[in-house]
């Protein structure tokens, strides 16, 4: 049988065909649908969202050793949460098999950077596999939980949001007799990484890596397609599909099996071709690697550049720079410079409550991931910073600590970013005695991946039912004696409560209750709509940002255009209404059915 | 080399369903024993951002996106944005652009506002458009999801698709309360392709 699977199922049909017993993640984009298809699919694998990655890594290591092959995804700034269990792993090896998927974002679709982990996967020397499109996907699975019991090693899986999120045609098997489940052995030289143990260890993985040096000369996902031309490309993951497209019928060296590289195989076709291109996306990881074994004639970077995804556009306007191919921009339309139409918070959405009152107080705010950064976007732009997984809190309190008590600093952070990271920048704010005000922007879902259980939300990925974690009591009993819960889609609480906790001395939390208006429910409530006559242009309600008001092509006397309410749009959320000094936003008079 | 292969981009807004139009013409693709690959990006774009599909169909696909001005057909589901895809289409290619109106807030807050009418644009730069009232016409079969499968259906005549390949895909991917009503929006789209009946 074969289906159109995206990169991310391909990867839970290939676990599933492995007999791997256990998956556990943190979501981020684009690695969260590999998780999400196994509980849907394959529900005979022990599967879970962990708080972050680096409990989902740690679970997949104890998974490993009670003997159950496991899964551990993520997305690449998940690997740098990670590293700290990963780094040592690669020391202990592994009991059953273990394979770890970094999904990379390069263009930063969804993502704060886009850093390369194929240097990750050589720091931490373990093997790493990269696919280029779902067929390969889902084989490379098979292989790497093959590799890693055969070496003992931790296995890294690399895919790319392009792999991730693209659909191709998978051939479906049965799954492979799952291997027996080995019982742990208390070896403590081997599983307790004291120096004494861990020296020895270090050897042993550095024996480990000259075994895979000879494997990877010899594995199928390592090979040389001929033609007969004089010019010869390296390549791997997706650029590959991008030198098939603009040069059919020129000597490819296909990558599959990044760590360690092939340096043999690349030694021979080097030396049978007269030219040698590398095209990889992001940083030149092969060409330093085959560059610093000797092999200086060969090129790539200069031509590819180091930013951003390949396309097929990129990779033939690089080859026609390099003198093998003649490409020029085709023929086409243009269509001129365009307005941005960015990402932005939903109508409705309960942080833009939030938002408007920062900005309205004028404060700095320290952000953090999901989908609250976008209080960062215009109108509101009252969001200030955004580094990683919690940042908010500890940037916060810095910047306090510099400027001084009073200087008006508040961090923002959602519900699942919070348990992420979040509770230690708390303890910080309590245990040096910071003034900053810590907003938790609990809308009870993993948002911006699309929806994700998390630990308060009373729900597993296996869809059971579980404790939620009380943010309340969990910040009391973390110390901090002034804990708010807040409506933020109330202005005048919301505003009354954030201006007397900025006041107030030592750190405080202020929680938002509101849900998220898309998940797991979409809330609709009466639309509300702008009495046109009663409207007099001033504009307060646009500066929100809601998508559901727009500019009216009925004008005031002075010339501004009034505001109207789509009321397939608008959620009833009445934050318009509640800004609009003139009263002209009210509730719809005859309640529409609206939505579907 | 492209003569083997048919380059779909399905473009729209965040939260229109773009992603199951391409699902529906993935599958009659795959139906008529087509290699077929598509590519779209998930994450930030769903809040309202621009979203794009891109569909590649024939004996073999190697990129699952469709190279640089390559687009044989652009499906549109949004007037602007068909205008900023056609950068993507073939000089000979067609563009099918439904008239909905998505003007998001920062467009009119200072800056590079929305065009003032995109469709004429797109007419003025010779592109072989067909527009149609999409929206409108699901709001009145009841649902709008619906823009979906109309403008599938008038694209349909240039795929070369047989129509019962269609309604078969129709049937296996449309939620089975949702098939008849899709199989008649269908029809609706497919009379609307007809060059006589175009405005």
Same mark, same amino acid.
């Given at each position: 049988?074969?289906?159109?699977?995206?990169?991310?199922?391909?990867?839970?049909?290939?676990?599933?065909?492995?007999?791997?017993?256990?998956?556990?993640?943190?979501?981020?984009?684009?690695?969260? @649908?590999? *998780?999400?298809?196994?509980?849907?699919?394959?529900?005979?694998?022990?599967?879970?969202?962990?708080?972050?990655?680096?409990?989902?890594?740690?679970?997949?290591?104890?998974?490993?050793?009670?003997?159950?092959?496991? *899964?551990? !995804?993520?997305?690449?700034?998940?690997?740098?949460?990670?590293?700290?269990?990963?780094?040592?792993?690669?020391?202990?090896?592994?009991?059953?098999?273990?394979?770890?998927?970094?999904?990379?974002?390069?263009?930063?679709?969804?993502?704060?950077?886009?850093?390369?982990?194929?240097?990750?996967?050589?720091?931490?020397?373990?093997?790493?596999?990269?696919?280029?499109?779902?067929?390969?996907?889902?084989?490379?699975?098979?292989?790497?939980?093959?590799?890693?019991?055969?070496?003992?090693?931790?296995?890294?899986?690399?895919?790319?949001?392009?792999?991730? %999120?693209?659909?191709?045609?998978?051939?479906?098997?049965?799954?492979?007799?799952?291997?027996?489940?080995?019982?742990?052995?208390?070896?403590?030289?081997?599983?307790?990484?004291?120096?004494? %143990?861990?020296?020895?260890?270090?050897?042993?993985?550095? &024996?480990?890596?000259?075994?895979?040096?000879?494997?990877?000369?010899?594995?199928?996902?390592?090979?040389?397609?001929?033609?007969?031309?004089?010019?010869?490309?390296? !390549?791997?993951?997706?650029?590959?599909?991008?030198?098939? +497209?603009?040069?059919? +019928?020129?000597?490819?060296?296909?990558?599959?099996?990044?760590?360690?590289?092939?340096?043999?195989?690349?030694?021979?076709?080097?030396?049978?071709?007269?030219?040698?291109?590398?095209?990889?996306?992001?940083?030149?990881?092969?060409?330093?690697?085959?560059?610093?074994?000797?092999?200086?004639?060969?090129?790539?970077?200069?031509?590819?550049?180091?930013?951003?995804?390949?396309?097929? %556009?990129?990779?033939?306007?690089?080859?026609?720079?390099?003198?093998?191919?003649?490409?020029?921009?085709?023929?086409?339309?243009?269509?001129? +410079?365009?307005?941005?139409?960015?990402?932005?918070?939903?109508?409705?959405?309960?942080?833009?409550?939030?938002?408007?009152?920062?900005?309205?107080?004028?404060?700095?705010?320290?952000?953090?991931?999901?989908?609250?950064?976008?209080?960062? !976007?215009?109108?509101?732009?009252?969001?200030?910073?955004?580094?990683?997984?919690?940042?908010?809190?500890?940037?916060?309190?810095?910047? @306090?600590?510099?400027?001084?008590?009073?200087?008006?600093?508040?961090?923002?952070?959602?519900?699942?970013?919070?348990?992420?990271?979040?509770?230690?920048?708390?303890?910080?704010?309590?245990?040096?005695?910071?003034?900053?005000?810590?907003?938790?922007?609990?809308?009870?879902?993993?948002?911006? !991946? =699309?929806?994700?259980?998390?630990?308060?939300?009373?729900?597993?990925?296996? =869809? &059971?039912?579980?404790?939620?974690?009380?943010?309340?009591?969990?910040?009391?009993?973390?110390?901090?004696?002034?804990?708010?819960?807040?409506?933020?889609?109330?202005?005048?609480?919301?505003?009354?409560?954030?201006?007397?906790?900025?006041?107030?001395?030592?750190?405080?939390?202020?929680?938002?209750?509101?849900?998220?208006?898309?998940?797991?429910?979409?809330?609709?409530?009466?639309?509300?709509?702008?009495?046109?006559?009663?409207?007099?242009?001033?504009?307060?309600?646009?500066?929100?940002?809601?998508?559901?008001?727009?500019?009216?092509?009925?004008?005031?006397?002075?010339?501004?255009?009034?505001?109207?309410?789509?009321?397939?749009?608008?959620?009833?959320?009445?934050?318009?209404?509640?800004?609009?000094?003139?009263?002209?936003?009210?509730?719809?008079?005859?309640?529409?059915?609206?939505?579907? | 080399?492209?003569?083997?292969?048919?380059?779909?981009?399905?473009?729209?807004?965040?939260?229109?369903?773009?992603?199951?139009?391409?699902?529906?013409?993935?599958?009659?693709?795959?139906?008529?024993?087509?290699?077929?690959?598509?590519?779209?990006?998930?994450?930030?774009?769903?809040?309202?951002?621009?979203? #794009?599909?891109?569909?590649?169909?024939?004996?073999?696909?190697?990129?699952?996106?469709?190279?640089?001005?390559?687009?044989?057909?652009?499906?549109?589901?949004?007037? #602007?944005?068909?205008?900023?895809?056609?950068?993507?289409?073939?000089?000979?290619?067609?563009?099918?652009?439904?008239?909905?109106?998505?003007?998001?807030?920062?467009?009119?807050?200072?800056?590079?506002?929305?065009?003032?009418?995109?469709?004429?644009?797109?007419?003025?730069?010779?592109?072989?458009?067909?527009?149609?009232?999409?929206?409108?016409?699901?709001?009145?079969?009841?649902?709008?999801?619906?823009?979906?499968?109309?403008?599938?259906?008038?694209?349909?005549?240039?795929?070369?698709?047989?129509?019962?390949?269609?309604?078969?895909?129709?049937?296996?991917?449309?939620?089975?309360?949702?098939?008849?009503?899709?199989?008649?929006?269908?029809?609706?789209?497919?009379?609307?392709?007809?060059?006589?009946?175009?405005?």
């Amino acid at each position: 049988m074969k289906k159109l699977l995206s990169g991310n199922e391909a990867v839970a049909r290939g676990v599933f065909e492995a007999g791997v017993k256990l998956a556990s993640a943190y979501p981020g984009t684009p690695s969260t @649908e590999i *998780l999400e298809t196994i509980a849907r699919d394959y529900r005979s694998i022990y599967c879970e969202w962990s708080p972050n990655e680096k409990v989902a890594f740690e679970v997949g290591i104890g998974g490993s050793l009670g003997g159950g092959r496991s *899964l551990v !995804t993520m997305k690449h700034v998940g690997l740098n949460v990670a590293a700290d269990p990963l780094m040592t792993f690669s020391y202990t090896g592994v009991n059953a098999g273990f394979v770890f998927i970094s999904a990379d974002d390069p263009d930063m679709h969804s993502s704060q950077n886009e850093q390369d982990n194929r240097i990750f996967a050589k720091f931490a020397q373990v093997p790493f596999l990269e696919p280029s499109d779902s067929q390969e996907s889902k084989e490379m699975m098979l292989e790497a939980y093959e590799i890693s019991e055969r070496f003992d090693t931790p296995v890294m899986v690399r895919m790319t949001t392009r792999i991730s %999120h693209s659909k191709g045609m998978v051939d479906f098997d049965d799954p492979i007799d799952a291997p027996k489940q080995k019982q742990f052995d208390r070896d403590v030289t081997k599983y307790v990484m004291v120096p004494a %143990h861990a020296r020895a260890r270090h050897v042993v993985m550095l &024996e480990r890596e000259e075994r895979l040096k000879k494997y990877v000369e010899t594995s199928q996902f390592n090979r040389v397609e001929e033609f007969g031309t004089e010019l010869g490309i390296i !390549t791997g993951g997706i650029s590959y599909q991008y030198v098939k +497209e603009v040069m059919p +019928e020129v000597d490819v060296l296909k990558i599959g099996i990044g760590f360690p590289m092939p340096l043999e195989m690349i030694g021979k076709f080097v030396k049978a071709h007269k030219r040698v291109i590398i095209v990889e996306e992001l940083e030149p990881y092969y060409e330093d690697i085959i560059k610093s074994a000797g092999m200086t004639d060969v090129e790539g970077k200069i031509y590819t550049g180091r930013t951003g995804e390949l396309s097929p %556009h990129r990779v033939a306007q690089s080859m026609n720079k390099a003198g093998v191919l003649d490409y020029s921009t085709p023929n086409g339309f243009e269509p001129g +410079e365009m307005f941005a139409r960015p990402p932005m918070l939903c109508p409705g959405c309960p942080h833009r409550g939030l938002f408007t009152v920062l900005k309205k107080l004028k404060l700095t705010v320290t952000g953090d991931i999901g989908c609250y950064t976008l209080g960062a !976007t215009k109108p509101l732009e009252a969001l200030h910073s955004c580094f990683c997984m919690g940042a908010s809190i500890g940037n916060a309190i810095g910047m @306090e600590k510099v400027n001084g008590t009073g200087s008006g600093v508040v961090a923002v952070l959602g519900d699942s970013t919070f348990l992420h990271s979040g509770i230690t920048g708390v303890l910080d704010a309590v245990y040096n005695k910071s003034n900053t005000v810590i907003i938790i922007a609990d809308n009870r879902v993993t948002a911006m !991946t =699309g929806g994700q259980e998390h630990p308060a939300t009373g729900r597993t990925l296996m =869809g &059971e039912k579980t404790k939620e974690v009380d943010f309340v009591k969990l910040c009391e009993a973390l110390g901090v004696e002034s804990v708010r819960v807040i409506d933020p889609l109330n202005y005048d609480e919301t505003m009354t409560v954030v201006k007397e906790e900025i006041e107030r001395p030592g750190p405080s939390v202020v929680i938002t209750d509101k849900p998220c208006v898309l998940m797991p429910k979409r809330i609709m409530e009466t639309p509300y709509e702008v009495i046109l006559d009663e409207c007099n242009g001033c504009s307060a309600c646009f500066r929100i940002g809601c998508p559901a008001i727009y500019p009216s092509k009925e004008m005031t006397d002075r010339g501004r255009p009034k505001a109207e309410i789509d009321a397939t749009l608008c959620t009833g959320c009445t934050l318009c209404a509640q800004i609009c000094l003139p009263e002209a936003i009210v509730l719809t008079q005859i309640p529409e059915k609206v939505g579907s | 080399m492209y003569e083997n292969m048919t380059n779909i981009l399905i473009v729209g807004v965040g939260g229109q369903g773009v992603l199951l139009a391409s699902e529906l013409l993935s599958e009659v693709a795959i139906m008529t024993g087509n290699d077929v690959k598509k590519s779209e990006v998930h994450g930030m774009s769903q809040r309202g951002g621009v979203v #794009s599909s891109h569909v590649r169909y024939g004996s073999q696909v190697f990129s699952p996106i469709i190279p640089y001005r390559k687009a044989d057909i652009i499906l549109s589901f949004e007037q #602007s944005e068909g205008l900023r895809a056609l950068d993507w289409l073939l000089p000979e290619g067609k563009i099918i652009v439904s008239r909905t109106r998505l003007v998001p807030p920062s467009a009119h807050l200072g800056g590079l506002g929305y065009p003032d009418d995109p469709i004429a644009e797109i007419k003025a730069k010779n592109a072989d458009m067909i527009a149609v009232d999409a929206d409108k016409m699901a709001l009145e079969l009841g649902n709008p999801r619906l823009v979906n499968t109309i403008l599938l259906a008038v694209a349909s005549p240039f795929l070369k698709f047989e129509k019962a390949v269609w309604q078969e895909a129709i049937r296996k991917l449309v939620k089975p309360k949702f098939v008849e009503i899709n199989l008649k929006a269908f029809d609706l789209g497919c009379d609307l392709a007809q060059p006589k009946s175009v405005a």
